[in-house]
């Protein structure tokens, strides 16, 4: 096993340097870049704040040559040529990603473009917001869905199972964004109701409230982009959970236990349901960070939730590169170490499975 994580680990060098580079080249492909932004705010006659200090004594300066930027005319080449070295843009490309790469290495990302803050610092302000997305997006659907799943393959065919089957795919046909929308209308002081909060993930006074009116303002903020997410995640693991069970009860080692005399429930629970459930334990890293990091984009902007996503989002309209790359970074590194982890979970539930005779 030692040297099957080893492998894992060699390759993941070659895998995120093949990310990182396919989306650095298809920036430089990309209209509208860092400098061109501050060109556009300059020529809108914008205050020109989004440019890191010291950036304004070269924005008082105008006239000049042409530009290979857009809407750069009139502009100062020497103006131009500041703002280059401000973003890094005064180097060749393969010089840019070759610094990018040995500052992530060494897990330094840099500075935003145009917030004046670090990108960790950046990341760990929005993680809260994520991380209790997430979490209970996981925690919700695995509680209801394998209950559920297994229920659903004991009775398979029968008419609850037929109803809930159709409610899942309905389910998980809507699209959350869709479903978010319709709880605001419904609940959120649409048309109709007025229970829950419309923005935020806590209230105002939140510091003022005493422990236990925290949790309630808290989940009370939750709710509704909650029931948002969970559609899709509730669907599919409703279904892989019905599905594992299925193929496991059609099994020999079922027929000769229940044969033995061995009750339905013991049958279910103590033999069926480990190795069933092989399937759904170990995906479980990998649905945290599906979970965590993904799809939580729109629900955040619907719901005014200052998270992961958005600010991925906002970084990506501004051109703001270093929180996209380092966010691409970190994202993509804990994907593949969250791979392996998937990998080593599965050996650990079922000790026949052996990665270490297999190819990688």
């Known amino acids: 096993m030692g040297a099957y994580i080893l492998r894992r680990i060699l390759l993941m060098i070659p895998t995120i340097v093949g990310i990182m580079a396919i989306s650095f080249l298809v920036v430089q492909f990309a209209p509208g870049g860092p400098v061109e932004q501050v060109i556009a705010q300059i020529q809108g006659q914008d205050s020109g704040d989004r440019l890191s200090g010291g950036s304004s004594d070269v924005m008082s300066q105008g006239g000049g040559d042409e530009s290979r930027y ?29 610094d990018m790469m040995w ?10 473009f145009f917030r004046n803050t670090s990108v960790i610092d950046l990341i760990l ?62 609940f959120a002081g649409g048309s109709f109701f007025d229970w829950f909060p419309l923005r935020g993930l ?30 899709s995640a509730f669907a599919t693991t409703t279904l892989l959970t019905k599905n594992s069970f299925i193929d496991e009860i059609k099994k020999q080692y079922v027929t000769t236990a229940r044969a033995k005399g061995l009750t339905e429930r013991r049958l279910l629970y103590g033999h069926v349901f480990r190795n069933a459930m092989l399937i759904v334990i170990a995906g ?54 969250v791979s392996l982890i998937s990998d080593l979970i599965y050996t650990w539930i079922d000790p026949r499975i052996d990665f270490e005779r297999r190819d990688v």
Do not use: C
């Open 125 to 186: 302000d929005k993680l809260p917001v994520s991380m209790s997305l997430g979490f209970w997006i996981l925690i919700v659907s695995y509680v209801i869905s394998i209950p559920l799943g297994i229920r659903k393959a004991v009775s398979d065919g029968s008419t609850f199972d037929v109803w809930t089957s159709a409610i899942v795919v309905v389910g998980y046909a809507v699209p959350s964004f869709l479903f978010g929308i319709l709880l605001i209308v419904m």
């Open 284 to 337: 479980f890293p990998g649905a945290f960070i599906s979970a965590f990091f993904t799809g939580s984009l729109l629900i955040e902007n619907i719901f005014s939730l200052d998270g992961l996503g958005r600010l991925g989002y906002l970084a990506i309209v501004n051109r703001d590169y270093p929180i996209v790359f380092g966010t691409l970074y970190i994202f993509s590194l804990m994907g593949l170490v």
């Open 70 to 98: 857009r809407g750069a005319q009139g502009l100062d080449p020497e103006f131009i040529k500041k703002l280059e070295q401000q973003f890094g843009f005064d180097k060749p490309p393969l010089t840019r990603f070759l």
């Open 103 to 112: 500052n992530y290495i060494r897990f330094d990302f840099g500075e935003s």
């Open 202 to 231: 806590v209230s105002d006074n939140f510091a003022d409230l005493s422990w236990w009116q925290k949790i309630v303002d808290y989940f009370w903020h939750l709710t509704l982009p909650l029931i948002a997410l969970s559609l």
